[in-house]
């Protein structure tokens, strides 16, 4: 009886550990844990991740993040198409691209892990507002070659940073399971 109460209070935390991230995320439950259980040894080099309110942001590629394009590239390691609100965080164009801006003056461009065909990110296009869907505060910019929706736009994508608390409740989830686990070996013995 006790090993049952154990098992649903570990389960309880688990589940919990997910839905404290989901409301800062877009996508299913596995994207949720993708950055927590898979950890990739593939992801994105963190030194081409931008933290901005609560986000991780990359700028994924030169090419639109559908098709017709020259190269979509495609979501992955939890990544995905920003929304009009994650969007909105942004002041404006110019703090979006400063942020991607490295000390060189060279783009902060993660194209090469999603996929684009692409090792580059073009930083006038992103200067001009050429930025796929980025409709919140004036980001793209419609009359810059159709920027918000062109085949050659700029794509970028967000993943939610996990909480500290995500992180403590797995743990303790977890604990819970183990043991459980060694409490039920040693009751077979």
Not at 58 to 82: H, I, K, L, R
């Amino acid at each position: 009886m006790k090993s049952r109460f154990l098992f649903a209070a570990a389960a309880a935390l688990l589940a919990g550990a997910g839905s404290a991230s989901a409301g800062t995320t877009a996508g299913s439950s596995a994207d949720i844990f993708a950055p927590i259980f898979l950890a990739p040894a593939n992801d994105v080099d963190p030194s081409f991740i931008v933290t901005h309110a609560g986000n991780e942001w990359v700028w994924a590629a030169p090419c639109a993040s559908e098709q017709p394009s020259c190269g979509a590239p495609t979501p992955m390691y939890g990544f995905d198409n920003p929304t009009q609100d994650q969007w909105a965080t942004w002041a404006d164009r110019a703090t979006l691209v400063a942020a991607f801006t490295d000390a060189n003056g060279d783009a902060i461009c993660a194209s090469a892990y999603f996929g684009s065909g692409y090792s580059h990110c073009d930083m006038g296009d992103a200067v001009n507002g050429h930025i796929w869907h980025a409709y919140a505060n004036n980001i793209c910019d419609p009359s810059y070659y159709d920027g918000c929706v062109a085949d050659t736009t700029e794509t970028f994508y967000v993943r939610a940073v996990p909480e500290p608390e995500t992180y403590a409740l797995m743990m303790a989830g977890l604990g819970l399971v183990g043991y459980m686990a060694r409490r039920r070996k040693l009751h077979q013995r």
